[in-house]
């Protein structure tokens, strides 16, 4: 069995693939979109379906931009995106090319805490991938079954 690389088009075989994005990828095409540095699976940003380095890329292309940041005390520019307040260098988690706290790192959907680097993002909101992201922006129809499947949305039942 054999999948396509989504960026040479060739084809990937098991012994030979990783796995990202929900994609199979030879070890050397998963590179970061921007400076072609080699990724590890799960190790980096995803942007737009596309992997990118979580620094310098991510946080340059995607990341906050000017006001209204503060200074904190060791001179870091650094609002949490999650509650606005500022993030002091002890209290920081890294993801998605900002700072937050913490528990305000949190799934925008279910709400549930996340963990840096382990977790999907859209527009730059985060959300875990299963269910969250998969149901909102994943293909529909997939896992609809009776045994032991999600059922992403409703279905309609006809009277005879």
Known sequence: MSWT??????????????????????????KCEHCHSILSPGGH??????????????????????PPYTKTFTGETSMCPGCGDPVYFAEKVMSLGRNWHRP????????KTLTAGSHAEHDGTPYCHIPCYG????P???NIGNVGCYIYDPVEIRSK
Not at 51 to 62: D, M, S
């Open 5 to 30: 690389c989504p960026r040479c088009q060739q084809p990937v075989y098991f012994a030979e693939k990783v796995s990202s994005l929900g994609k199979n990828w030879h070890r050397f095409c998963l």
């Open 45 to 66: 940003a995803e942007h737009n379906g596309r992997p990118y380095c979580h620094k310098p890329c991510y946080g340059a292309l995607f990341g906050p931009r000017g």
């Open 104 to 111: 305000c790192l949190r799934c925008h959907r279910c709400r």
């Open 135 to 138: 149901y909102l922006f994943g």
């Open 140 to 142: 529909k129809g997939v």
